[in-house]
């Protein structure tokens, strides 16, 4: 066929502009298939009036049973797309006339515009559109321009596969070298040139996460868990739970989310940390070892014992078991008794000194100790020791010296363990004498120490 180098010339051509100008957004398509070219019903003169007997393809229509037609087209946006077609066939029948066997070549260019931008929405197997246009026919050596419009459909078997079929009137601008007529074509049709880098159908342009394999559902993006949140607004895309709780589980149901749930299997308050608290105590159920009875948290959630009864908690009460004040940290208070007093004075007076000194005479500390036993034994008593001397000396030094002997008798019973807040000391010098000061036993008699209670 004379004009089959011109096909393949603007074959290659069309294909180096696909691979030059290709976008990785936007899909390209090919299309390829028989076409049929008839003059008939175009309205010229000795043919037949407009679409008369459009569809008469044993009579009017020139069809090569081969593939015939190649079309390149680019979508650009906003349901238009451009391509470049090819085409040749043999002519044999010009109307009702025979023209014998004539070659035919055509070249043109088109925009497409979809119609499911306004119509049919929903319907993304069936895509119809209109076409405008135009190119170049030649049929043998006669050649002229024409303007294209027409339409057609495909039906989409899937993203990348589908049927092309449409049908296009040619006006040609020079009616003495080539008549009107139209262009019917049908074949298969590829669609391709969208990038999807993680191979989950999802074109980058319009994949979310497209570096992730994910779902459609979801434009793109995984959801790992399957809770139907996708993984970008799951707090816990790795485990299902539940959309109020941005994708995280919540086993007891409390409302708290497992993740935020310090018992997340015993179900709780919010205040709480999703922890139950029967007894209201502010120890939760999971740390209260008396969970119906309320309690501190320093005892484990149970209220302190008061074994006693004396209203004193064991925690306080230095005597658990003996009813006492709280005043004497729960211990009973012990009164001192009339014997014991007998004891105090008796060993009191056993108490000498050395004559004008403060020093006690041998054998005095021993009588200190038993004193001390005494002070320990009734703890809830003070003590008031006094000093005196006998008349020798002057005023002025038996009371210094009065002073320093109940002084050193409070401090020998302070180092003993007798705290000192329980005791005080004041001398009265040659005051209150119990014996004669004109004989020596009255005189040592004289010089003394008495220890009485101060309370």
Same mark, same amino acid.
């Given at each position: 066929?004379?004009?089959?180098?011109?096909?393949?010339?603007?074959?290659?051509?069309? !294909?180096?502009?696909?691979?030059?100008?290709?976008?990785?957004?936007?899909?390209?398509?090919? $299309?390829?298939?028989?076409?049929?070219?008839?003059?008939?019903?175009?309205?010229?003169?000795?043919? =037949?009036?407009?679409?008369?007997?459009?569809?008469?393809?044993?009579?009017?229509?020139?069809?090569?049973?081969?593939?015939?037609?190649?079309?390149?087209?680019?979508?650009?946006?906003?349901?238009?797309?451009?391509?470049?077609?090819?085409?040749?066939?043999?002519?044999?029948?010009?109307?009702?006339?025979?023209?014998? @066997?004539?070659?035919?070549?055509?070249?043109?260019?088109?925009?497409?515009?979809?119609?499911?931008?306004?119509?049919?929405?929903?319907?993304?197997?069936?895509?119809?559109?209109?076409?405008?246009?135009?190119?170049?026919?030649?049929?043998? +050596?006669? =050649?002229? =321009?024409?303007?294209?419009?027409?339409?057609?459909?495909?039906?989409?078997?899937?993203?990348?596969?589908?049927?092309?079929?449409?049908?296009?009137?040619?006006?040609?601008?020079?009616?003495?070298?080539?008549?009107?007529?139209?262009?019917?074509?049908?074949?298969?049709?590829?669609?391709?040139?969208?990038?999807?880098? +993680?191979? +989950?159908?999802?074109? @980058?342009?319009?994949?979310?996460?497209?570096?992730?394999?994910?779902?459609?559902?979801?434009?793109?993006?995984?959801?790992?868990?399957?809770?139907?949140?996708?993984?970008?607004?799951?707090?816990?895309?790795?485990?299902?739970?539940?959309?109020?709780?941005?994708?995280?589980?919540?086993? $007891?149901?409390?409302?708290?989310?497992?993740?935020? +749930?310090?018992?997340?299997?015993?179900?709780?308050?919010?205040?709480?940390?999703?922890?139950?608290?029967?007894?209201?105590?502010?120890?939760?159920?999971?740390?209260?070892?008396?969970?119906?009875?309320?309690?501190?948290?320093?005892?484990? =959630?149970?209220?302190?014992?008061?074994?006693?009864?004396?209203?004193?908690?064991?925690?306080?009460?230095?005597?658990?078991?003996?009813?006492?004040?709280?005043?004497?940290?729960?211990?009973?208070?012990?009164?001192?008794?009339?014997?014991?007093?007998?004891?105090?004075?008796?060993?009191?007076?056993?108490?000498?000194?050395?004559?004008?000194?403060?020093?006690?005479?041998?054998?005095?500390?021993?009588?200190?100790?038993?004193?001390? @036993?005494?002070?320990?034994?009734?703890?809830?008593?003070?003590?008031?020791?006094?000093?005196?001397?006998?008349?020798?000396?002057?005023?002025?030094?038996?009371?210094?010296?009065?002073?320093?002997?109940?002084? !050193?008798?409070?401090?020998?019973?302070?180092?003993?363990?007798?705290?000192?807040?329980?005791?005080?000391?004041?001398?009265?010098?040659?005051?209150?004498?119990?014996?004669?000061?004109?004989?020596?036993?009255?005189?040592?008699?004289?010089?003394?120490?008495?220890?009485?209670?101060?309370?």
């Amino acid at each position: 066929m004379k004009h089959l180098r011109k096909v393949l010339f603007v074959l290659v051509l069309f !294909a180096g502009f696909s691979m030059s100008a290709q976008d990785e957004n936007n899909p390209w398509s090919v $299309d390829f298939g028989a076409n049929a070219v008839d003059f008939y019903p175009t309205n010229v003169a000795g043919q =037949g009036n407009w679409f008369d007997e459009y569809f008469n393809i044993g009579d009017h229509y020139n069809i090569i049973p081969s593939i015939s037609r190649v079309r390149v087209g680019r979508y650009v946006g906003d349901g238009f797309s451009l391509g470049v077609a090819a085409s040749l066939n043999r002519i044999d029948k010009i109307g009702d006339a025979t023209a014998g @066997d004539l070659s035919y070549f055509a070249a043109d260019l088109d925009i497409r515009y979809a119609l499911n931008n306004v119509f049919f929405k929903k319907a993304k197997w069936f895509d119809p559109y209109v076409s405008i246009g135009g190119g170049y026919t030649f049929i043998d +050596d006669l =050649g002229a =321009g024409t303007f294209n419009g027409g339409g057609g459909f495909n039906v989409w078997f899937n993203d990348f596969v589908g049927i092309n079929v449409q049908s296009i009137y040619k006006h040609s601008f020079d009616e003495a070298r080539q008549l009107p007529h139209f262009q019917h074509a049908v074949g298969v049709i590829l669609r391709f040139g969208g990038k999807d880098t +993680d191979g +989950d159908g999802v074109y @980058d342009k319009n994949d979310e996460c497209p570096e992730v394999f994910g779902l459609e559902a979801f434009n793109g993006c995984p959801d790992t868990d399957g809770d139907g949140i996708k993984d970008g607004d799951d707090a816990c895309p790795e485990v299902a739970g539940l959309a109020a709780l941005n994708g995280c589980p919540d086993a $007891d149901g409390d409302g708290i989310a497992d993740k935020d +749930d310090q018992c997340p299997n015993d179900k709780g308050t919010a205040a709480n940390h999703g922890c139950p608290d029967a007894d209201g105590d502010g120890v939760y159920d999971k740390d209260d070892a008396c969970k119906d009875v309320a309690g501190p948290a320093e005892n484990k =959630g149970c209220p302190w014992p008061d074994t006693d009864g004396d209203g004193v908690l064991d925690k306080d009460d230095n005597c658990v078991n003996e009813a006492g004040p709280a005043s004497n940290q729960g211990c009973p208070e012990k009164v001192i008794t009339e014997e014991a007093k007998a004891k105090l004075d008796e060993f009191a007076k056993a108490i000498y000194f050395n004559s004008g000194k403060s020093t006690f005479r041998v054998g005095v500390t021993e009588k200190l100790d038993l004193i001390a @036993d005494i002070m320990k034994e009734y703890k809830d008593s003070d003590f008031r020791i006094e000093g005196y001397t006998d008349s020798v000396g002057s005023l002025k030094l038996n009371q210094a010296l009065s002073e320093k002997r109940a002084q !050193a008798v409070l401090d020998y019973l302070t180092g003993k363990g007798i705290d000192s807040s329980r005791l005080t000391s004041k001398g009265f010098g040659e005051e209150n004498p119990i014996a004669s000061n004109k004989t020596r036993a009255g005189r040592a008699k004289n010089r003394r120490v008495e220890i009485k209670l101060a309370n």
